[in-house]
């Protein structure tokens, strides 16, 4: 099975709950499967991992590996990678970053990469999510959500990628919105206008553990082994 770099349409759009699931999914099948959350910004937790969003992706998948592969830069400002070092005075190591997820991809037969953001957050003045993403060779898992400006969010992102080079494996629509689109109105919807599928779809509300039932009962794994 292929790695994937688990993307979204915006922040705060569901992306640690479903790679979180995945992993879960993925370990719980018997696949080897290593996590990595290159960038994390925000208050620090007390006690355990800095991020919350890597504490649930090192739960969740069952993997051992340090802290400081899975998420090598932490900033404590609640902002974008670009935004936040200059804040903090602190630095983004790109060499840092790519030879953590060269360690982490020799131990493991999967990876899942989780990005901070949407494609185009700024991680560098000049580099950004996308620059990552194609620079790690990993297909996009995209996730959506069903707000009203979900379709366009959307586009742009899929638009995003393809002027980085991008493969998107796939879309992940998270019914996030009470009063938003109809999932499978908007489902026919994106199909159409991207070409490309929807490979889930995640009710409201859901658990790690309830996200990850469901995606095995929708047999994600073939699915994205076909990709």
Do not use: W
């Not at 990628?161 to 908007?186: D, F, H, M, Q, S």
């Not at 047999?219 to 994205?224: A, E, K, Q, R």
Request: charged share 20%; hydrophobic share 40%; net charge negative.
């Amino acid at each position: 099975m292929k790695s994937f770099f688990v993307t979204g349409t915006d922040t705060g759009i569901g992306k640690t709950y479903f790679t979180s699931a995945l992993a879960r999914l993925m370990h719980d099948s018997g696949i080897d499967v290593g996590v990595m959350k290159p960038f994390a910004t925000g208050t620090p937790q007390k006690g355990g991992f800095k991020s919350e969003d890597v504490e649930l992706l090192v739960r969740h998948s069952g993997v051992s590996d340090s802290e400081s592969l899975i998420n090598p830069c932490f900033f404590e400002v609640p902002a974008s990678p670009y935004t936040a070092s200059k804040k903090t005075g602190g630095k983004v190591d790109m060499d840092l970053v790519l030879s953590s997820f060269e360690k982490l991809q020799s131990c493991h037969d999967v990876m899942l990469v989780e990005g901070i953001g949407g494609i185009l957050t700024p991680i560098l003045r000049d580099y950004f999510v996308a620059d990552l993403i194609r620079d790690l060779n990993l297909d996009a898992l995209v996730v959506t959500g069903t707000r009203l400006g979900t379709i366009n969010h959307t586009l742009l992102t899929l638009d995003a990628c393809k002027k980085y080079g991008i493969r998107p494996a796939g879309l992940v629509i998270n019914n996030t919105a009470k009063n938003g689109y109809n999932v499978l109105e908007l489902e026919a919807d994106l199909v159409s206008l991207s070409g490309i599928d929807v490979v889930c779809k995640i009710p409201p509300a859901g658990s790690i553990e309830q996200i990850s039932q469901i995606l095995r009962q929708n047999n994600l794994l073939d699915v994205l082994s076909r990709l």
